[in-house]
C-alpha cells in the first residue's frame, strides 16, 4: 500500500513540474520577416501588440515619447548591403528601430543600440539616423501592428508601419 501511495505522490510531482513548464503564447506575438532586396535582404524582428479596443496613438502610446515600436522587447532591423535612409547611408548591419509618433508624422530612429526596449536604455547618442515621416490616417483600423516591407523594387522599397487607423511610410534605397 505505502508503495501505491508513494507512487501516486511521485507521479503528481512529476506531471506538476511538466504543467509548469508548459508554454503559453504571448500577448503579443512575435515575427521575423526577411525580404530580398536590391542585390541583398532586409530583415526585421519585433512583436505585434493587438488593438484590443484601445486607443492607441496619443494615449497606450503617447504622443511625443519614444516608442520601441513593437511589444516585448527591442524591435530590430537588419541591412544585408548598405542603404540610403533620408539621404543618409546605412552600412550594412544591425540595428534598432524606435520611433517617436506624432499626430501627423512621426520621427523614425535607426539606432546603433540593438537592446532598447524602453526609453531609460535610450541614449540618442546612437542613432545612425533620424527622419520625420507623415503619419497618415485610414479609413479602416488594423488589429494588430504590423511593420512590412511594401512596394518593392529593384533598388527601393518602403517600410510600412500599420496599427489601428494609422499608416506611415519610410522610403528605403539600396544598390
Known amino acids: 500500500m505505502k508503495k ?14 511538466f504543467a509548469q513548464q ?11 520577416i526577411k525580404q530580398e ?13 493587438n ?5 492607441i496613438f496619443g494615449e497606450l ?3 511625443g515619447k519614444l516608442w520601441r515600436t513593437g511589444a ?3 524591435t530590430t532591423i537588419s541591412f544585408g548591403a548598405d542603404v540610403t535612409i533620408g539621404g543618409k547611408k546605412v552600412p550594412a548591419g544591425k540595428y534598432g528601430l524606435l520611433t517617436i509618433p506624432q ?7 535607426i539606432s546603433k543600440q540593438t537592446d532598447v526596449s524602453g526609453a531609460d536604455a535610450y541614449k540618442e547618442a546612437e542613432d545612425l539616423v533620424r527622419v520625420k515621416v507623415k503619419s497618415m490616417p485610414m479609413d479602416y483600423p488594423i488589429e494588430t501592428f504590423t511593420i512590412s516591407p511594401s512596394n518593392v ?11 489601428d487607423k494609422t499608416m506611415v511610410s519610410l522610403p528605403i534605397t539600396g544598390k
Open 51 to 55: 488593438v484590443k479596443g484601445r486607443k
Open 153 to 163: 523594387k529593384a533598388s527601393s522599397l518602403d517600410l510600412v508601419f500599420l496599427w
Open 103 to 109: 499626430e501627423n508624422e512621426w520621427t523614425v530612429i
Open 72 to 74: 516585448n522587447a527591442a
Open 4 to 17: 501505491i501511495f508513494l507512487s501516486l505522490a511521485i507521479a503528481l510531482c512529476v506531471s506538476g513540474a
Open 61 to 63: 502610446v503617447p504622443f
Open 37 to 49: 532586396f536590391g542585390l541583398s535582404n532586409i530583415e526585421l524582428s519585433y512583436s505585434r501588440p
Open 22 to 32: 508548459q508554454k503559453t503564447p504571448p500577448p503579443s506575438t512575435h515575427v521575423t
